[in-house]
């Protein structure tokens, strides 16, 4: 199946390892040209070079999120630079944590904002785009609950929502909205490795909710996303793909 | 380099920012020459020898200083604690005039003990009566009543409770079996002058346990005594101490190491998030790990600030420690048994004794202490309490240790084993080792052949 991503544009953000780094490469792979972002600016300049080393125009800066003037910024030179954009992939995440109130307004700014922001920014060149498409990175959490009661849970919440509210409003200019919620991923300085290491218990929690005993690879989320973002996931609008090995419970109908 | 090298060898690192000695205002930083130890295997032996262990109470534990509790414990007259080291059972006492004295926790009439293990006070009577027939003595040891004494027609004995040398220091109460042992505060050196900067003497009683664990005490001194086992059994602590850049200062008798904490090791990549044990260091010291923006690596460094900045409006005083005091473990080892944490705001005594009988089984102290801030109630002590090894749970570092120590201390006995490897990460412990050894066989050395 050809997914028809030869010679697009894509701009994803957080995207110099886990998911957003699998998401970049994956793309690059079909011939996309990618921008990118993450908060160093020697993680950038790395995933920059391999990228551009399977042949296509790649470009990335240290940004944070954050700071929406900056980020706006960011992105406009992104566009101007790719020479336009086809694919938006708001990806960054402030992650977990359970520690204050200020958890709520860093997952609002970072997770939510963000995405937010993004959009907003690059919807008018999404809108020329013809095949324009946006995928958010949302979260099993949002979904079940796990764990505590914490920011990054329902904030996810809000992307799933605004997600399918903004895929109605776009609609009809041409531009499709998603969102993929991953479950658990594991990788080599992932948070899974981190509660690994510190929490024990909790990792093994998880794992024994995966039907087949293994959680997920960024490589796995990448080829989901890889096709809701491109041409070939054309019918689909609105949704929100679950892509967790079974590790939820509830039926989708 | 071979292939078995290159999958074994330590990670290279970048050296963590640390205090400069002259930044220190009290606590000495400057690096004690490393020893020159030899590289032999250490003699399991030693682990499980009745005969070594018949030597280390002769010439050892009846030679130096050893810790009998604190002084805060015993403040009124007839106050006392019982303590006990090996087989002999120790009655410190609080005296009317305010010193403190202490004895061998015996009665002269048949040899009963006096009192049991703990704290307690002879209340108004001011006089230690055996429970076995009421021979009474008072406070100082001298007889106060003796039951029906016109029926011992030898009088009364011309000896009372045999007394032991006892002093304080650091607000603690030492003993020496030792008749004639060295002044106190000469066995302790150079430590006082290290220590004595923190403030010990703020600081509560949170935890009084004891746990009897079935190895030799030397096994659990040694545990605590490298940070090498770190990747070993504490997985844990790499996203929260480096465990590699550590310096290693062995002195006389004593010695210690200073372990960065607030930091990753090396041996893990760096996480997406703040690792909780780290997140728990910058809540204590006022810092909210959600409203924290810099890299992982500057966490260290931060609290040290924020703690010298804020330090005083929440009632601690640090103005005599250097700014790595404030976030790192300095570890000290006071021979022959304390295992001493400290910190900033706590500090945790780990004491290893000796049974009296089966060198296979010892008893394992934890006594922890918290800084209480200026102005704060003056809270309850912890109450004592003891169990048997694996009974319950003391925290999953120590829960960590002590699952460990079996197996080793019976892999000492295994006639496959040939000897303690020990490397430089492990330095302490030969240190250790060589102290041990300079009271077991003095100035002439160690006899060829010996344990």
Redesign the interface.
């Given at each position: 199946m050809d997914l028809g991503l030869r010679g697009k544009k894509a701009i994803v953000t957080g995207a110099t390892k886990g998911i957003g780094r699998a998401i970049v490469e994956l793309l690059a792979g079909e011939g996309v040209d990618v921008a990118l972002c993450s908060r160093t600016q020697e993680e950038v300049d790395a995933t920059v070079q391999a990228l551009k080393r399977q042949g296509v125009n790649a470009c990335g800066e240290a940004v944070n999120v954050r700071d929406g003037d900056a980020y706006k910024a960011w992105l406009e030179r992104a566009v101007a630079a790719l020479g336009g954009c086809d694919i938006f992939v708001p990806n960054v995440s402030a992650g977990g944590g359970f520690d204050s109130e200020k958890n709520w307004t860093r997952n609002f700014e970072v997770d939510v904002m963000h995405t937010v922001r993004g959009c907003e920014t690059l919807m008018p060149h999404l809108e020329k785009s013809g095949a324009g498409s946006i995928v958010i990175i949302a979260s099993t959490n949002a979904l079940e609950t796990f764990g505590v009661p914490q920011a990054f849970n329902a904030m996810k919440a809000a992307l799933i929502t605004y997600s399918k509210q903004l895929a109605q409003h776009v609609g009809k200019k041409g531009v499709r909205v998603n969102t993929v919620s991953p479950g658990p991923i594991y990788f080599d300085g992932g948070s899974w490795e981190l509660i690994k290491g510190t929490m024990p218990k909790l990792y093994d929690y998880a794992l024994r909710q995966i039907p087949c005993g293994r959680m997920g690879t960024p490589e796995e989320v990448a080829r989901v996303v890889a096709f809701v973002a491109s041409p070939a996931g054309s019918l689909m609008t609105g949704s929100n793909v679950v892509a967790d090995n079974g590790f939820t419970k509830r039926v989708q109908f | 380099m071979d292939e078995f090298w290159q999958r074994s060898k330590a990670p290279a690192y970048t050296p963590v920012p640390r205090s400069r000695p002259e930044d220190s205002p009290e606590t000495p930083l400057e690096k004690a020459p490393t020893p020159e130890l030899d590289w032999g295997v250490v003699d399991q032996r030693r682990y499980f020898s009745r005969e070594f262990m018949r030597l280390e109470w002769e010439r050892m534990w009846s030679k130096v200083w050893l810790l009998g509790g604190r002084e805060a414990d015993i403040p009124e007259a007839g106050d006392y604690i019982v303590t006990e080291i090996g087989p002999e059972s120790i009655l410190i006492v609080r005296q009317r005039d305010g010193r403190v004295r202490a004895f061998y926790n015996v009665c002269q009439h048949r040899g009963s003990r006096l009192r049991g293990c703990g704290i307690g006070t002879t209340g108004a009577s001011l006089t230690f009566k055996c429970p076995y027939h009421h021979w009474e003595y008072e406070l100082d040891g001298s007889y106060h009543r003796i039951p029906d004494i016109d029926t011992f027609p030898q009088g009364k004995p011309a000896h009372a409770l045999s007394e032991i040398r006892c002093d304080t220091w650091g607000g603690f109460v030492w003993y020496s079996l030792n008749e004639s042992p060295p002044p106190l505060l000469e066995f302790l050196d150079p430590l006082p002058r290290h220590l004595e900067a923190y403030n010990l003497h703020k600081m509560v009683q949170t935890r009084d346990i004891t746990v009897e664990w079935d190895c030799n005490w030397k096994t659990s001194v040694d545990a605590f005594n490298e940070t090498y086992h770190v990747q070993g059994i504490h997985?844990?602590l790499?996203?929260?101490l480096h465990d590699l850049d550590v310096q290693i200062d062995c002195y006389e008798r004593h010695n210690r190491y200073l372990i960065p904490f607030g930091t990753l090791s090396p041996r893990?990549?760096?996480?997406?998030?703040i690792?909780?044990?780290i997140?728990t260091i910058m809540?204590a010291a006022g810092i909210?790990?959600?409203?924290y923006?810099r890299p992982i690596s500057e966490i260290r460094r931060d609290v040290q600030k924020h703690k010298r900045a804020f330090g005083a409006t929440q009632g601690k005083d640090y103005s005599r420690l250097n700014d790595d005091q404030l976030t790192d473990d300095y570890h000290y080892l006071i021979f022959p048994n304390l295992s001493l944490n400290v910190h900033a705001d706590d500090f945790w005594i780990f004491r290893q004794r000796p049974h009296p009988h089966d060198p296979d089984r010892m008893f394992y102290d934890i006594m922890t202490f918290e800084l209480v801030p200026d102005g704060q109630e003056w809270p309850q002590r912890a109450e004592h309490k003891q169990w048997k090894h694996g009974d319950k749970s003391i925290g999953l570092v120590l829960d960590q240790d002590a699952a460990n120590l079996p197996g080793v201390q019976a892999g000492m006995h295994s006639k496959g084993f040939k000897g303690l490897w020990v490397g430089a990460q492990e330095l302490r412990i030969r240190h250790f080792h060589k102290v041990l050894d300079d009271y077991i066989y003095g100035p002439q050395g160690k006899p060829a052949g010996a344990l």
């Open positions: - | 997985p844990q790499l996203w929260y893990v990549r760096k996480p997406p998030a690792p909780e044990p997140k809540k909210d790990p959600a409203d923006d």
